[in-house]
């Protein structure tokens, strides 16, 4: 961008916003009031710009959001079939050696329903282990 001459011109303003400009114009890192007031200017235009687009911007955001939920859900529902099916192959291995009646299997579910619940869904082998040794 070609170098700019500053253009002088009288402006007007409260007494009490001249307060403020010279209270905060070094705050800012600004070497002069008239620094402060010329940044301040394009940061309010910059904002009135901003305006029409904010129409558009909940828009995509809503579709950004959509596209990384939509990635995450398909990743987690692949990872919970992979989990199910490693799931039901021990199962099958257990139930295949083990001999467990259908009464201490009713008894066995409500109890690992209430250990996930209590524990959030952290249960540990350790603790199982524990309780299935009786201590």
Known sequence: MAEENKKRFPLWMYPKTQQ???ELYEKDNCKSQSEFI???I???CGYISAEDSMKFLPTAITSAMSG????SENRIARVMFKLAVEMSMMMNIIASIAEVDENTLHRLR???VADVKKSIG???FEDVAKFQKGD
């Open 122 to 124: 952290s249960v540990n």
């Open 68 to 71: 990384i939920i939509g990635t």
């Open 42 to 44: 394009r940061f309010y």
């Open 110 to 112: 409500g109890k690992c």
């Open 20 to 22: 403020r400009v010279q």
């Open 38 to 40: 010329e940044k301040a």
